[in-house]
Structures are given as C-alpha cells and as structure tokens.
C-alpha cells in the first residue's frame, strides 16, 4: 500500500530508517549525526515487526535517544498527530516521516531530501489511514449511493461511516524519539521544554515585582509632594491592575514547570532504579530501598515548589537591595547585607539537622520494614515485652531529632525575615529622629526595607524546601547516576537479531569462566567451560551452594565473569551489547528472586515484549497457559487473561507462579532458555506436561537442579 505520491517522494524508505531517526535527533539538538546512521533495521526475522523495533530502539540508543512505538485507535489519530512530535511516522509501504513539530493543521517534517516541510496533518492522517479506509471503501460507497447522498455532505457521510466503524480499530502509528536518560540533563530538560518556563516564571516575576514596587512609588511621591489628586490614584490602580495578568502568568509557568520537571525527575528516577546493580540492591536491603524510594517522592514535592519561591525570593531581595542603594542612608544597605550572611549560616545549620533527621527518618523505615519481614522471628525467639523495643528506641530518636530540625526550620522561616524586619528598621531609627534628609529618602530606606522582609520570608521558605529537596537528592543519588550509567551497545554493524549458530558454532561458548563474589577471597567458578547449541537440552545439577545460579547469570549477562571467555554466537558481549545478549538468553531465576508484577496476567506474561500487545501476543500466551495446564486457571479467573494479578490481585499458588515465570521466559523469544530450579512445586503430573511443553518450545534448554 503506497500513499499518496507526494508522501511517497518524501518520506524515507527503511534501509534509511536509522538515518532518518538520526536526522530527527540532529534537528532537535539531541543527536549527533555521524553516530549510528549506517545501522539500518532489517527485516529478516521471525517476526519482523518485533525485529524492527529492536533493530531500531538500538539505532536510537547509538544516538543517545530513546524510541516509543505507539498505537492510537482510529478515531484518535488527528488528536495523536497534533501531540506526536518529535516522532518518526510509519507510513504503509515501510515508508517513514520524521516530525519536528506541529503548527496549528500543519506538521513540520523532515524530508529524505532533509529538508524541512509543512504537510497538512489531514495528508498525514489520510495517509495513515488508507490501508483501514481502503477496505471499507467499496461498501461505503455503495451505501453512500443508495441513499443519495449528494455533494459535500457526501465525504461527510463517508468520514463520519468510517469512524463508526473502525473505531475499535487500533494503528501503530510510529515511534515517540526523545533523548535517552543517559544524555545530558541538559538535552532532557530541552525535551521536557522546561527552560523556557523557567524564563517566562522568572520575567514574568520580575516584572510584576518592579510593576509593584512602582505602584508604590507612585503613591509615595503623590503623598510627599503634596499633592495626591485623582490622576495619581487613577495611576496607582492601573499599575495594581496589571499586575494581575503578570501574577497569572507566572503561576501558571510556575504551574507547568512543577509538573514538567517533576516529570523529567520521576523519568529519570525510575530509569535509574531499573538500571540498579542487583548486587548493590541485595547489599542496601529492603527497607532502606524503600526509606529511598519514598525519598523520591520527597523530592518531586519540595525541589521544583522551593526552587520557584527561592528564585521569586532571590529576584525579590537583589531588588530590594537595589531601592536601598538608591536611598542616601548606606546603613540599612549594610545592615541587610549582613543579616543575609547570617541567613547563610541559617541555612547551613538547618542543613545539617535536616540530614541527621533524614537519615534517622531512613533507619527508622528500614527497622520497621525489616521487623515486619522478620515478624515471626521475634515472635518465636524473643519474650513479650522486648518485642518492640527496637521500634520504640528508634522512634525516641526520630522524636528528638525532628523536634532539633523543627527548631533550625524555624530559624529559616521566622527569624530570617523577621529579624531582617527589626535589624532594618533598627537601621533606620537614627535617621528617623535626626529627619535631617527630608521624608523621600528616608520612605526609600523604608520601603527597601519592606522589600526586604518580603524576599527573606520567599528565601526562607524556598531555602528549607531547596535543602530538603538536596538532603532527599543525596539518599537518591545511587538511582541517579544509574539512570546515566553508560550501557555497552555493542557494535553498530552488529545485528540485534537470531545469531549466526549453526551445527560448527554453538549459540554459547564459554571458555575458562572465573568468578568470585565480592568480598570473597575464594572464586565460586573456577575454570567453567562449557558449549550450548541449538536445540540442546542441559541438565546442569551440582549440591547447594556450589554455584549453578553464578553460572547462569554469568550466561545470561547479569553478572560479568573476572576471567575466561563467554561469547554468544561467537561475539562477545562488547561487539553484541547488553539488550542483545539479553535478547539471546532467558533466564528464569529462582523463585525467590522472581516475581508477579500487580497487573494484568497477560502483562506479566508479556514483560519480554513491546507493550501494548498484539492480538497475535496475547493468542501465543493464552495457547502457551494453556500447554502449561494453566487452562482451568485461565477458565476461573472473571478476566481471563487479562485478570488482575500480584499483591493486591489474584493470588496465584506456588505452582502456578512457577509456569507463568516458565511461560514468560519462552515468550521472549530467546534461542536459550535457562531454568534455575524452577519446577520444584510442581506435581509429577503437571511436571511431565510442563517439561513436554518445555521440549516442544524451547529451542535450546538448561535445567538446573539440585543433586
Ligand atoms: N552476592 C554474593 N556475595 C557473596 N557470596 C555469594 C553471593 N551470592 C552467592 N554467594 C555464594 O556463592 C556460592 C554459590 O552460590 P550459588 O547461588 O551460585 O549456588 P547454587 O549452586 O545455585 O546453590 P543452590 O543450589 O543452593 O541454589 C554460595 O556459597 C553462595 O553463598
């Protein structure tokens, strides 16, 4: 299907593909040209469509961005094309359009020529749309002919039938590129466009704040000069009049800058947390990952609220300061100059308090947490009356601790400007009773003083909130820099796809692994080698503690060996890269170490694939359940499939956990499966059907078992 032939001439064919994202990324500043273009995604798979995507979220990933598919049902596309960019369009035909932006009916699209276009987003949306309309056509038509339907009304009619009828009718439309959360924070930030609400928060505050210090004066002068008549007030009102569209202005900004960062934070947190060493997660414990995550939320609430009222607060007192430079009196200059030293030293001093409560606050979850893991332990082992003695000491302490941090909090907010009120007025006394001057001037020190009070109180509340925001940032920083943890892409030329096995190549090679655990003087694996090919099947059994799940997840890249040589297909895992070699190798861990997600079963079934599913997707699990015996399951859930599962969800057995963990592995895709004890709760019965279901699907096999 080929649209129309004015799309056909500038859009980019698939071998461009890669260059086409490329393109789109330069455009938007996010990208630099020369990497990743000659990676084009190829076709020659299983499943293409799945091999497309992959092929091209690696391209993406070269280029330091990142690629959403997306889908929209019928009727939603002209809403989807108006808020897509910055996106690459899949048009029938595999052809591909990057959009730039949108302008009103029209996007702006980057050509194959590059060269930058204005298209009607209704061309678009046609184009888009005409495999769908083209099915329907004839009958419509027909329909449209029998009622006599004449004229304009007639392509109304005909819009109007097909958005009936194709209304459950799902499109994927192409792919969302942004800049991936490895770039810089600078390149997100553009991308969440919050810089320039920043300058508009902060213009529009300035403005308001100089509009208001001038109604004032205005006023002032009327009163000093003796003659305040109607005009003079008429002034007055007006500049207090527009104040109001400036003071909306800036609450708005302030509005979409709260919920644009904190957005671009919560992305990249969450990017961080799943990048997250699984060492360094067994080595923090539960409850201080969780004491951590709370902080985030922490974060999101006090960082972009205080960073807006520290900014208002700053612009307010460099102002201030400005009125009183311009008064003859250097006094009350001098004495506010060193009174914000003294706000220093506040800040400083709630800084620290501010730390010793957070990590107190941190202990404190992590004890509780770990009591009510732990819960039957200390139920067993310990008397009655020691059973909470741990909770109630650490809660003594959270006790005295916040009471200190409320004290220094309050310095920030209570002192800090009302002191500078009283040190400032204090200033002026002395000019006061000597009058000498005359009364402008001295209303000028006045006035800058009341400025002064007001940016104080803005700084104070900003700054508790700000040092709140970095104390939460600090126990944060670990999801942080993960998110910015480099991954290892592997090669460009490098396919993504089925490897080059064959009955002379195994699918794994491993050659002399060695691998010791941190803090361990002792290597686990000592010299592991071994060979998998295509449709082996391996039953790898040794005694408890001897190091088959090390093995395994050395196999399947989440843990790098110290020594020796593992290769997939014959490349190593630099020339494959990490998505690919995960892509090649599936692992289902432990039990202990696995888990049902709270959503639906066929999402956690689905996890190795692109979500939302195809109908195609869900048919190949519903089949797989039901090969696992997990048919009467899928019968007694009201949802079937889709039933809600996980903590809060439908709470599967032992077993039933164990197949859809087995099922979600084969679902991937991946040329090895590898099964670390996991049929251990399963009947004989449903373990011969599972392991026959197993010897069917899985390509190649290793089974890890106890002796
Ligand atoms: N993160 C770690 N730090 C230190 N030692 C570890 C770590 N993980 C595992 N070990 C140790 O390494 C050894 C091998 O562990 P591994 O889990 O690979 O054994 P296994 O053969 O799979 O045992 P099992 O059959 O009981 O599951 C064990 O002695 C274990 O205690």
Known sequence: ???????????????????????????????????????????????????LAFELSRTAAHLGLETEAVETGYAGIRAF???????????????????????????????????????????????????????????????ISTARVQGIRRARARAALLEELLADHRIRVGWLVRPACTASLGRQASDYRVRGLLSTLFAAHTL??????????????????????????????????????????????????????????KRRLLAGALRLDPEEIRH???????????????????????????????????????????AQDSRPLLVLAAWSLAGVGFAAYYLRHQRNWTETRLALTDILVEGMVGHRTRAVQESRERWNSREDHALTRYYQVSQARDRAALNLRALLPRGGLLVGIASLVSAFIAGGDGAVP??????????????????????????????????????????????????????????????????????????????????VLCGASLHIGADDRVLLEGSSGSGKSTLASLLSGQRLPEAG?????????????????????????????????????????LLGRGWPPAQKDIDEADALCRALGLGPLLERMPGGIFQMVGETGWQLSHGERERIYIARALLQGAEVVILDESVSSLDPQTLRNTMASLWERAPALVLIIHV
């Open 565 to 605: 040589l593992c290769l997939i297909g014959g490349l190593d895992r630099a020339s494959l890269g990490e998505r690919t070699w995960r892509r090649h190798i599936a692992l289902v861990p432990q039990f202990h170490e696995n888990h049902i997600l709270m959503g639906s079963l066929a999402f956690n079934l």
């Open 81 to 143: 094309l108006a808020r897509c960019a910055p996106a690459v369009l899949r048009l029938p035909g595999n052809l591909f359009l990057p959009v730039l932006a949108r302008r009103g009916k029209t996007l702006h699209v980057l050509c194959a020529d590059l060269q930058r276009r204005r298209l009607p987003l209704e061309t678009v949306r046609e184009a888009l749309c005409r495999a769908l309309d083209d099915e329907l056509a004839a009958d419509i038509d027909a329909l």
């Open 1 to 51: 299907m080929i649209p129309s032939p004015e799309l056909e001439k500038l859009a980019w064919p698939i071998d461009r593909l890669g260059e086409a994202v490329a393109a789109l990324g330069h455009a938007r500043g996010w990208a630099d040209p020369a990497h990743g273009v000659q990676v084009a995604p190829h076709l020659g798979s299983d499943d293409p469509e799945a091999a």
């Open 442 to 523: 001295l209303a000028l020190s006045l006035g800058g003083v009341l400025a002064a009070y007001l940016a104080f109180r803005h700084l104070g509340e900003g700054l508790e909130q700000i040092l709140g925001a970095w104390v939460a940032f600090e126990q944060i920083r670990p999801f942080w820099r993960a998110a910015a943890r480099p991954e290892i892409l592997g090669h460009p030329g490098v396919s993504g796809n089925k490897t080059t096995s064959g009955p002379e190549r195994p699918i794994i090679e491993a050659h002399n692994l060695i691998y010791r655990h941190a803090g361990q003087s002792d290597p």
């Open 208 to 265: 308001a704040f100089l509009l208001w210090l001038g109604a004032w004066w205005l006023l002032g002068q009327g009163v000093f000069s003796g003659h305040l008549d109607i005009g003079w007030l008429q002034a007055w009102a007006l500049l207090l009049l527009t104040l109001l569209p400036l003071r909306l202005l800036a609450s708005g900004a302030a509005g979409w800058f709260a919920v644009r960062a904190g957005a671009l934070l």
């Open 284 to 326: 923090l414990g539960v409850g201080r990952l969780l004491g951590r995550t709370l902080e985030t939320e922490a974060l999101e609430q006090t960082a972009v609220a205080g960073g807006s009222l520290g900014l208002t607060g700053l612009v307010e007192l460099v102002l201030a300061f400005g009125i009183l430079g311009l």
